[in-house]
């Protein structure tokens, strides 16, 4: 078989659906190589910062290795603002919804509210909340996200900073996203048929 005979999802066949799935089964395979590209391609996003989106990354995750995090969230500092390429006002989403096959729910979940964590430090100069995120007080990782975006996240911007190059995290972007998707020995009882959604508008674990 080439290709599968049917135009209409619900025509085809026990053989066509196996066929198919060899071929993402191939296809995911590369997902490491797409994130490391992904990642590069941060060097040319938002301007003005004294760091680029790549240096600012890269330094997120260097922090949070210096701090002794272990190596989920290391893998998401590293990605965490993957998604300000396609989805600059949606990126924790599109960070989370990325990672969440991969790694614990907690570490899922950080990444999720980041965003909404950051706006801390900025979003009263725009008229804005700073403490929306206290409507989250009382989840069990509210203080973990705090932490992340203290430490790690808004401290990530400085050009002296001894950060440490994309090569240096490559094998752990290798190790992590050549995981078996949604296996329970990584993320729990979790299914993809939930959303990294679902987990934004829950504002719990999963
Ligand atoms: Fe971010
Ligand atoms: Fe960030």
């Given at each position: 078989?080439q290709k599968v005979?049917?135009r209409q999802m619900k ?5 066509d659906?196996e066929f198919l ?5 191939e ?7 797409r994130?490391i ?6 060097e040319?996003?938002?301007s003005?910062?004294?760091?680029t989106?790549?240096?600012?990354s ?6 949070a290795e210096?701090?002794?995090a272990?190596e ?10 993957i998604?300000?390429?396609?989805s600059p006002?949606n990126?924790s989403?599109?960070a989370?919804?990325i ?20 706006n801390?430090?900025y979003a009263h100069?725009?008229g804005g909340?700073?403490?929306e995120?206290?409507?989250l007080?009382d ?8 932490d ?5 996240d808004?401290?990530s911007?400085?050009p002296?900073?001894p950060t440490?190059?994309l090569?240096y ?7 992590i996203?050549?995981r078996p998707?949604?296996?329970?020995q990584y993320?729990?009882?979790q299914t993809?048929?939930?959303?990294a ?7 719990v674990?999963i």
């Amino acid at each position: 078989m080439q290709k599968v005979q049917f135009r209409q999802m619900k025509d085809g066949t026990k053989e066509d659906y196996e066929f198919l799935e060899k071929h993402e089964i191939e296809y995911v395979a590369g997902l490491p190589d797409r994130i490391i590209s992904a990642l590069k391609n941060l060097e040319n996003t938002f301007s003005g910062y004294q760091v680029t989106r790549l240096g600012h990354s890269l330094q997120t995750a260097t922090r949070a290795e210096a701090d002794g995090a272990d190596e989920e969230m290391i893998l998401a500092a590293l990605v965490h603002d993957i998604g300000d390429d396609l989805s600059p006002y949606n990126h924790s989403q599109l960070a989370a919804s990325i990672l969440r096959p991969y790694v614990r729910p907690e570490v899922t979940w950080i990444i999720n509210q980041h965003g909404l964590f950051q706006n801390y430090y900025y979003a009263h100069f725009f008229g804005g909340n700073p403490n929306e995120r206290d409507y989250l007080k009382d989840h069990p990782w509210y203080q973990k996200c705090v932490d992340f975006c203290e430490k790690w996240d808004q401290a990530s911007f400085d050009p002296d900073y001894p950060t440490k190059p994309l090569e240096y995290f490559e094998p752990l972007v290798r190790k992590i996203f050549s995981r078996p998707p949604f296996s329970g020995q990584y993320v729990g009882s979790q299914t993809m048929g939930k959303s990294a959604v679902d987990i934004a508008i829950s504002g719990v674990g999963i």
